[in-house]
C-alpha cells in the first residue's frame, strides 16, 4: 500500500479508505461480519476509516471492532447532521459540538479521533464559532485533525479566510463526491483544496451503486436502492455507463476497478472511500489495488465524461439553501417587474 500524506497534517493514509454507512446493523450486518470486514480491510493496508454520529450505530460496530487495533487506524468521524428531533442536536455550534464529540468518543471506545469533520455547512452558525470550538478540540487533544464535507467552494475559502483572520485552526480536509460520473469538483473545488493544502477524501467512487455493474440500462436489477433513488435510475447516467463498461472491458478490467483506479489518479484526491457492505465487496475492490490507469484510458475516459462535468446527480448530493429554498431566489412578488 502506498501512502498519501493528509494534507499538509503529516497523517498518512492509503489511497482507499472504508466508509462504515453499510456497516450499521439497519443496513443488515451483524455487528461481528462488519468487524471481519473492517479487519480484513485492516489487514489488506487500509489504515483510514470514516464514519458518522448519523450513521445509525456504524460508530458503535466502528469503536468494537477496533479494540485492540486502535492505535493502527486513522479514525475519522463526523458531525453536524440531524441526531435526533431536538433542533440543538444538529449543525456547526458550539453548544452542539462539545456535546457531539463526547457522544461520539463514547460510542468509538477512544480517548481521541484522529479526524473530526462538519459533515453539512451549516447556514444558521457562523464559521468562526465552528472553527473556534473545534480548535479548543484541537489544544484538549481529543481531536487531531479537523475538517469538513459537502462545502461549496465560496464556503472553503471563506473558512480559511477566517481561519487565518482570527487565528483559529483551519479545516485541514474536505469530503466531496467525485466519480466517474460526477467530474464537477475537478473545476473548481480540488483546484481549491490543492491551493490549500487540503486532503481530499471523496466519498461515493462507485456511483452510489451504480458503478457495480448490478445496474445496466434496459435490465432488471437486484440492487434494493435501485427503486429508491432517482440517480440509480437517470437515463443519461445509465446510458454513459453502458459506455464505461465497454471500456473497462476494452481494457480488460471490471468496471468497478476502472472506477476506483480513475478517482484516485486525480493529484488532488488522497483517498477515496469505499463502502463494501460483505467480505465479497471488499475482496473485489481489494483486487483492483495493484490497477493503473494509463494517459490513453484516461483519455478515452475524458471523451466519455468531460473533464469537470456531471452526468446527473446524486440524491445524496448537498443543495445549497440559495437552491432549496425558493424565497432565496425569488423577489416578493411586488418587486419583481421593471415597471
Same mark, same amino acid.
Given at each position: 500500500?502506498?501512502?498519501?500524506?493528509?494534507?499538509?497534517?503529516?497523517?498518512?493514509? @492509503?489511497p482507499?479508505?472504508?466508509?462504515?454507512?453499510?456497516l450499521?446493523?439497519?443496513?443488515?450486518?451483524?455487528?461481528?461480519? @462488519?468487524?471481519?470486514?473492517?479487519h480484513?480491510?485492516?489487514?489488506?493496508?487500509?489504515n483510514?476509516?470514516?464514519?458518522a454520529?448519523?450513521?445509525?450505530d @456504524?460508530?458503535? !460496530?466502528?469503536?468494537?471492532?477496533?479494540?485492540?487495533?486502535?492505535?493502527?487506524?486513522?479514525?475519522?468521524?463526523?458531525?453536524?447532521r440531524?441526531t435526533?428531533?431536538d433542533? #440543538?442536536r444538529?449543525?456547526?455550534?458550539?453548544?452542539?459540538?462539545?456535546a457531539?464529540?463526547e457522544n @461520539?468518543?463514547?460510542?468509538?471506545?477512544t480517548?481521541h479521533?484522529?479526524?473530526?469533520?462538519?459533515?453539512?455547512p451549516?447556514p444558521?452558525?457562523?464559521?468562526?464559532?465552528?472553527?473556534?470550538?473545534?480548535?479548543d478540540?484541537l489544544?484538549s487533544?481529543?481531536?487531531?485533525?479537523?475538517g469538513?464535507?459537502?462545502?461549496?467552494?465560496?464556503?472553503?475559502v471563506?473558512?480559511?479566510?477566517?481561519?487565518?483572520?482570527?487565528?483559529?485552526?483551519?479545516f485541514?480536509?474536505?469530503? %466531496?463526491?467525485?466519480s466517474?460520473l #460526477?467530474?464537477?469538483?475537478?473545476?473548481e473545488?480540488?483546484?481549491?483544496?490543492?491551493?490549500?493544502?487540503?486532503?481530499?477524501?471523496?466519498?461515493g467512487?462507485?456511483?452510489?451503486?451504480?458503478?457495480?455493474g448490478?445496474?445496466?440500462?434496459?435490465?432488471?436489477n437486484?440492487?434494493?436502492?435501485?427503486?429508491l433513488?432517482?440517480?440509480? #435510475?437517470?437515463e443519461?447516467?445509465l446510458?454513459t455507463?453502458?459506455?464505461?463498461?465497454?471500456?473497462a472491458?476494452?481494457a480488460?478490467?471490471?468496471?468497478?476497478h476502472?472506477?476506483?483506479?480513475?478517482?484516485?489518479?486525480? %493529484?488532488? !484526491?488522497?483517498?477515496?472511500l469505499?463502502?463494501?457492505?460483505?467480505?465479497?465487496?471488499?475482496?473485489?475492490?481489494l483486487?483492483?489495488?495493484?490497477?493503473?490507469?494509463?494517459?490513453d484510458?484516461?483519455?478515452r475516459?475524458d471523451?466519455?465524461?468531460p473533464?469537470?462535468?456531471d452526468?446527473?446527480?446524486?440524491?445524496?448530493?448537498?443543495?445549497?439553501?440559495?437552491?432549496? #429554498?425558493?424565497?432565496?431566489?425569488?423577489r416578493p412578488?411586488?418587486?419583481?417587474?421593471?415597471a
Open positions: 500500500m502506498q501512502y498519501r500524506t493528509l494534507g499538509r497534517t503529516g497523517i498518512k493514509v @492509503s482507499y479508505g472504508l466508509g462504515t454507512l453499510m450499521a446493523t439497519a443496513m443488515g450486518n451483524a455487528p461481528e461480519d @462488519s468487524a471481519r470486514v473492517i480484513k480491510a485492516l489487514d489488506a493496508g487500509i483510514l476509516i470514516d464514519t454520529d448519523a450513521y445509525g @456504524s460508530e458503535e !460496530v466502528v469503536g468494537q471492532a477496533l479494540k485492540g487495533r486502535r492505535d493502527d487506524v486513522v479514525l475519522a468521524t463526523k458531525f453536524g440531524p435526533g428531533q433542533p #440543538n444538529r449543525g456547526g455550534s458550539r453548544r452542539w459540538i462539545v457531539a464529540v @461520539s468518543l463514547r460510542r468509538l471506545r480517548d479521533i484522529d479526524l473530526y469533520q462538519l459533515h453539512f451549516d444558521d452558525t457562523e464559521v468562526e464559532e465552528t472553527l473556534s470550538a473545534l480548535t478540540l489544544r487533544g481529543k481531536v487531531r485533525a479537523i469538513a464535507s459537502h462545502t461549496p467552494t465560496a464556503d472553503i471563506e473558512a480559511q479566510w477566517v481561519a487565518e483572520r482570527r487565528g483559529l485552526a483551519r485541514s480536509t474536505e469530503q %466531496p463526491h467525485y466517474l #460526477n467530474r464537477g469538483i475537478e473545476r473545488l480540488l483546484p481549491v483544496t490543492q491551493r490549500f493544502g487540503m486532503g481530499t477524501l471523496v466519498w467512487p462507485l456511483g452510489q451503486g451504480l458503478l457495480t448490478r445496474v445496466r440500462a434496459g435490465q432488471d437486484t440492487l434494493l436502492r435501485a427503486g433513488m432517482g440517480h440509480l #435510475n437517470d443519461r447516467r446510458e455507463v453502458e459506455r464505461l463498461i465497454v471500456l472491458g476494452e480488460g478490467l471490471p468496471i468497478t476502472l472506477a476506483m483506479a480513475f478517482t484516485i489518479a486525480h %493529484p488532488g !484526491v488522497t483517498s477515496a469505499i463502502g463494501a457492505r460483505t467480505m465479497d465487496h471488499l475482496d473485489g475492490l483486487s483492483g489495488l495493484d490497477v493503473t490507469l494509463t494517459d484510458l484516461l483519455d475516459i471523451e466519455i465524461v473533464p469537470g462535468s452526468v446527473g446527480t446524486l440524491d445524496q448530493a448537498y443543495r445549497p439553501p440559495a437552491i432549496e #429554498n425558493p424565497s432565496l431566489r425569488r412578488l411586488t418587486t419583481r417587474d421593471a
